[in-house]
């Protein structure tokens, strides 16, 4: 009788075909994400920062994988921060005067780059933006991103802002969209009578930026100004008739409802979005959700510039939000690649097509594509031109932190529009010197 040695296979436990076959698709799984992306330690992340994308994210989303696709080492993680600014300016204080370097990426508001780049805050990524390609941009923005002769950021996509109207509702009561604010005036007061539950006309009041981007509105409507030559020049019969219009819309005329005293953008954008409101003022994002398949207001709805005051044009604040890269970034040849991709004419032109963030870029204005889907387009690119930035200043957040609170206290019948805009100019002036 053999003695048989029990042999090396005999000695495996009985599962071990179906080990041997889990650890060889093992082995294939690696072999596999090698040749998409070499090795996995060869993957860097960088953290994009920005604020709340309105309305449906997927095609953002879409756009992100489809960098990560072109740039097989790049993985891009999304932080999305409050859609308000002031929420947004906030942290990006606090954290970056702290040296925070957890991320990359930041998308800035037209209003902050000057005092980010003046407190050291962003890469100098001039760049990233040849001299020969600064031309194609839309000049208000371009100047926001320059400090001291560099580029700090790259314009994204461009606000600016514009009145929404029901155009059904115009046409049922034989009114033309208003040139004039004394013709919405007229309009908003007898719809109003004749449509139980509708508003006359909503806007942003709520204590914040967007209130000073609708007040500023008014008083470049007015022909008056805020800072001329380094002075403070707010306190002006100008400015006074402005905020004084302003609260006539609520206490007055009483077509705008008190609620407007503490709305932001979305909360009106739903309000005009459900049908309850005859004008809405805000920024050009709004079109898109509007003419999407389950919008109630689809098909009735224009946009224009915003009215004038008579023996006057109409004013529209220039808004809009650029990209930049954090100081303390360890990633910031990778974080210019994001930003190259991000503000290139094909993303922005998927951007403006899917989202309603509108290009940056003139030439996109003049897109055979873009036009056919957006003819506002055209009329967009007159008002971007001529939209008016808020003071270009690295103290501009300081000055805001004036106007907000005094304007606020105009709306809520606190204080009359002399006695706000005196202590205004009195607080600008301490803030600016005399001719800083
Ligand atoms: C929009 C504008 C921005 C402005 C803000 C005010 O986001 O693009 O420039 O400061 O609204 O709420």
């Known amino acids: 009788m053999v003695n048989k040695k029990p042999g090396y296979l005999e000695k495996f436990p009985r599962c071990a075909p179906g080990l041997l076959f889990v650890l060889f698709m093992l082995l294939l799984s690696i072999a596999c994400a090698k040749g998409d992306k070499t090795t996995p330690e060869a993957v860097t992340t960088i953290v994009f920062k920005h604020g709340k994308i309105a309305g449906d994210t997927t095609l953002f989303n879409k756009l992100i994988k489809q960098f990560e696709a072109e740039h097989p080492q790049i993985a891009v993680k999304e932080e999305t921060l409050p859609a308000s600014t ?23 508001d037209v209003i902050w780059v000057q005092e980010f780049a003046r407190a050291g805050w962003l890469k100098d990524i001039s760049p990233l933006l040849p001299l020969a390609e600064r031309g194609e941009f839309f000049p208000g923005p371009m100047r926001a991103v320059t400090y001291k002769d560099k580029i700090y950021a790259v314009p994204w996509y461009i606000d600016a802002g514009l009145l929404y109207y029901r155009r059904d509702l115009l046409q049922k009561y034989g009114f033309t969209p208003p040139k004039t604010w004394a013709e919405l005036v007229r309009a908003a007061t007898t719809i109003t009578s004749l449509e139980p539950g509708i508003y006359g006309f909503i806007w942003q009041g709520k204590q914040y930026e967007g209130l000073v981007c609708n007040a500023l509105e008014y008083m470049w409507g007015h022909g008056g100004e805020v800072i001329k030559d380094g002075q403070a020049v707010i306190y002006s019969p100008q400015n006074v008739a402005a905020l004084q219009f302003m609260r006539d819309l609520i206490k007055k005329q009483r077509i705008s409802p008190e609620l407007v005293t503490t709305a932001i953008e979305e909360p009106t954008r739903h309000i005009f979005g459900q049908g309850k409101a005859l004008f809405m003022r805000n920024w050009p994002y709004a079109w898109n959700i509007f003419q999407q398949a389950d919008s109630p207001i689809r098909g009735r709805v224009g946009v224009s510039a915003l ?8 004013a529209s604040t220039l808004g809009g939000w650029q990209l930049g890269i954090n ?110």
Request: net charge positive; hydrophobic share 40%.
């Open 327 to 436: 100081k303390y970034s360890k990633h910031p040849r990778i974080a210019g690649k994001l930003i190259k991709f991000l503000t290139s004419p094909a993303t922005q032109k998927e951007m403006a097509l899917a989202i309603g963030y509108k290009p940056t870029r003139m030439k996109l204005y003049r897109d055979a594509d873009l036009l056919r889907e957006q003819p506002l387009l055209s009329l967009l690119y007159d008002v971007f031109l001529q939209a008016r930035p808020r003071p270009l200043s690295a103290h501009y957040m300081q000055i805001t932190q004036v106007l907000q609170p005094e304007i606020s206290a105009v709306l809520a019948d606190l204080k009359s529009p002399d006695e706000a805009l005196k202590s205004a100019q009195q607080q600008i002036y301490k803030i600016l010197g005399p001719g800083k």
């Open 86 to 108: 002031d929420e947004q300016h906030q942290y990006y204080v606090t954290n970056l005067a702290g040296g925070a370097a957890d991320f990359d990426v930041l998308s800035l």
């Open 307 to 314: 009215p004038a005051f008579s023996e006057h044009t109409s």
